[in-house]
């Protein structure tokens, strides 16, 4: 499975947009981005996933470069509900979801 | 979108115990679940893959003799810890997914195990 790589932390501020990077090098042309993310003691939850088009959902939307070598989530105005760990995943069809340490958000007042 | 459930959502137990851990898709047919196991400050690992009837995929390094899986209907997937020592002291999450399961997946609120 092609791996990903992320920040390990970072910050915002509430009410304001967040882009959180992943970068994915190796990735091959059959492999879907997908986004999870995970509140603290809880299980994750899905955010958005794109392949190549970038991708808008209510949650946050997805933008994916051209060559597929990196994409950036982006929530459009932080809430201290917000803070997380995000995930970046490639998965293919029948491929499992292979977690890497994801970004730690975190939302100041 | 879709609920999967998970019970008990704590369990402390005393070492050399089993301990049984049901996982439930509440509105969806889930032909696969997956577990997984996250230790405190780190990411979830996969331990295995269960479809529905068959027998359940194990990754590398899971011990299929002391996590036994079963999953006997669509709804239904159940994580079984034998044995319990202190080490296998973890919060366990299971996911199901309905036939495009690679695309989304749901998961569950997680079982917090203290072995004693």
New interface residues.
Partial sequence: DAKTTQPNSMESNEEEPVHLPCNHSTISGTD?IHW?R?LP??????VI?GLTSNVNNRMASLAIAEDRKSSTLILHRATLRDAAVY?CIL????????????TELSVKP | ?AV?S?HPSRVICKSGTSVKIECRSLDFQATTM?W?RQFPKQ????MA?SNEGSKATYEQGVEKDKFLINHASLTLSTLTVTSAHPEDSS?Y???AGDSSW?????????T?LTVL
């Fill in positions: 879907y999870y995970q003691s809880q299980g994750p939850e899905y996933h995930y998965t293919h069809q029948g491929g499992k979801l292979i977690f890497g340490q994801g | 979108g999967v998970q997956f997984y990411s979830l690992m996969l893959t919060f999450i299971c996911s690679w695309v989304t997946q749901y998961f569950g609120p997680g917090r």
